[in-house]
């Protein structure tokens, strides 16, 4: 019976150290959070600029449903698209310095929906093997050749592309920043393959945006690329999340805006689905403006980063960190039980950090995922840093 044999799955998940657990929340997200009713000081939020509880967006969100309620109503081909959306797809594509944005309701939703508007079964999708889950998903429904390689190995990709001939349209699918590695890709490296293998490049910023790039516009911004190109117009297409740095819910795909014209007729997850309140538009728009002009949020962030490499250089228990520059921070520690029993270690000394174990990062590679936030004090990051330096197996 399948019911006995998912109860045999789930024990030997717990068995393996892979059993899940959601704790529950008393709190909102943030530095300070209670958890299953205790207090903890905590590193797990994507919530990178300490936005997500501004009271600004509070009453932004406030005064929008006292005005215009909270469902929306119907999707947003069939009535729908409210103002608030509109106005926060053209703050968008102005702050990211792209023609065009059209805003979803998740980044799960976006990705699923822009490949699959694009990509079909004569097309080929080259795709980093650290990817997100939500891309793999979507480049799986697509249907199209999949073409898998290690993890920001340009060489590989350039080798792939090279011997692909059979494609009627190649595209490059990538994370920005590895969710959980914290790693930048090298986007004008994908650009020039682009370009040499007439191909296009999908990028999802879901961890760049808001942290990178001096308005927090993200990972183009962060590489300086000339917008106004239509060369890299031609090529680019890019999705951002907003439950992230921008402290709030959604998502956008922004472009060229034969892209965007193309994705209103046909990603399926943008037309058959319900619109996304838009007193959460009416929020996103006031944290536009704040990651744009309280650039503070992010130099704090920046010196935090580096207060937690320096905190955490040659760990004499053998864990390490990877090279990041960005909020998210992967302190490697190995086997799946040895990242449960340290993230334990500093649960009882009330330091909130989640392990993060397979199959959401490669075998032997379990970890503990440590986010930063600009709501982080220098002596938050102190106190994690002691902990993890005095743990011992
Ligand atoms: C979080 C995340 C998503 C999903 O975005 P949601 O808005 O939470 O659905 C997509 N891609 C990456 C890289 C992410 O980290």
Redesign the pocket.
């Known amino acids: 019976m399948l019911r006995e044999h998912l109860k045999q799955r789930v024990s030997l998940l717990k068995e393996e150290g892979l059993y899940r657990q959601r704790a529950l929340l008393d709190s909102s997200t943030g530095v300070e959070v209670q958890i299953d009713g205790t207090l903890y000081l905590s590193f797990s939020s994507?919530d990178y600029l300490g936005l997500a509880n501004h009271p600004e967006l509070i009453s932004a969100v406030q005064q929008h449903v006292a005005q215009y309620g909270v469902g929306a109503g119907s999707s947003h081909l069939v009535g729908g698209h409210h103002r608030e959306h509109h106005l926060l797809e053209e703050e968008l594509a102005a702050w990211l310095g792209l023609p065009r944005a059209l805003f979803f309701s998740?980044?799960?939703?976006?990705?699923i929906g822009v490949i699959n508007a694009l990509v079909g079964r004569n097309d080929v999708l080259f795709i980093d093997k650290l990817?997100?889950a939500?891309?793999n998903d979507a480049a799986v429904l697509s249907r199209a050749k999949l073409s898998r390689y290690q993890h920001a190995d340009y060489d590989q990709l350039e080798e792939q592309l090279r011997t692909e001939t059979q494609a009627r349209y190649k595209f490059i699918v990538s994370?920005t920043?590895?969710?959980m590695d914290g790693d930048i890709i090298d986007i004008p490296k994908l650009l020039a393959l682009c370009e040499q293998y007439d191909a296009y490049l999908i990028l999802?910023d879901?961890?760049g945006l808001g942290v990178l790039g001096p308005e927090g516009q993200g990972c183009l911004a962060h590489f300086q690329l000339d917008l106004t190109d239509e060369k890299i117009l031609n090529r680019l297409i890019y999705?951002g999340?907003?439950?992230?740095a921008a402290g709030v819910?959604?998502?956008f795909v922004a472009g060229a805006s034969e892209w965007i014209e193309y994705f209103i007729q046909r990603a399926r997850t943008y037309i058959y689905t319900t619109a996304t309140p838009s007193a959460l538009a009416a929020a996103l728009r006031k944290s536009i403006h704040l990651m744009r002009t309280e650039t503070w949020r992010r130099s704090h962030l920046y010196q935090l980063i580096a207060r937690l490499k320096k905190g955490l250089h040659r760990l004499e228990n053998g864990y390490f960190l990877l090279p990041s520059e960005t909020a998210v921070q992967a302190l490697i520690v190995g086997g799946n039980h040895a990242a449960l029993t340290l993230s334990a270690h500093l649960k009882k000394h009330h330091l909130w950090v989640p392990a993060i174990r397979p199959p959401t990062v490669p075998k032997g590679q379990a970890r503990l995922r440590i986010s930063l936030s600009a709501a982080h004090r220098f002596e938050d990051i102190d106190r994690l840093t002691q902990f993890i330096r005095q743990f011992h197996l």
């Open positions: 994507n998740t980044g799960y939703m976006a990705n990817n997100h939500s891309l994370d920043v590895f969710s999802d879901a961890h999705i999340t907003l439950g992230k819910f959604g998502a």
